[in-house]
Nanobody, 120 residues
Framework: QVQLVESGGGLVQPGGSLRLSCVAS????????MGWYRQAPGKERELVAV???????NWADSVKGRFTISRDNAKNTAYLEMNSLKPEDTAVYYC??????????????WGQGTQVTVSS
């Protein structure tokens, strides 16, 4: 089994910054893509950013230029650096990872989510 644990969420004023972390642990052989999604109240979950094992990145248009995704493969950890935060960034942020386990099976895992609230 694989677990993903997010941290770093909280309350921040508009224009502020936060850094989210996502640590994967358990029966991991290797990790392909890792991504961050978010879900605001009353809205569907949407992609924020994704990074491949080789470092290729993609972002939602709404966060380009403000958010940066990175990862440390040695630590099975992904990060989301969020700058110039806006009230519309308020949401629960979820991490996911496409993991090869010890038996060579590929499966997507999700974290439990971390709340980000942007408000004055």
């Amino acid at each position: 089994q694989v677990q993903l644990v997010e941290s770093g969420g909280g309350l921040v004023q508009p224009g502020g910054s936060l850094r989210l972390s996502c640590v994967a642990s358990g029966s991991i052989s290797s990790i392909n893509a890792m991504g961050w999604y978010r879900q605001a109240p009353g809205k569907e979950r949407e992609l924020v950013a994704v990074i491949s094992s080789g470092g290729f990145r993609n972002w939602a248009d709404s966060v380009k230029g403000r958010f940066t995704i990175s990862r440390d493969n040695a630590k099975n950890t992904a990060y989301l650096e969020m700058n110039s935060l806006k009230p519309e960034d308020t949401a629960v942020y979820y991490c996911n990872a496409d993991v090869f386990d010890g038996l060579g099976r590929l499966r997507r895992y999700w974290g439990q989510g971390t709340q980000v609230t942007v408000s004055s």
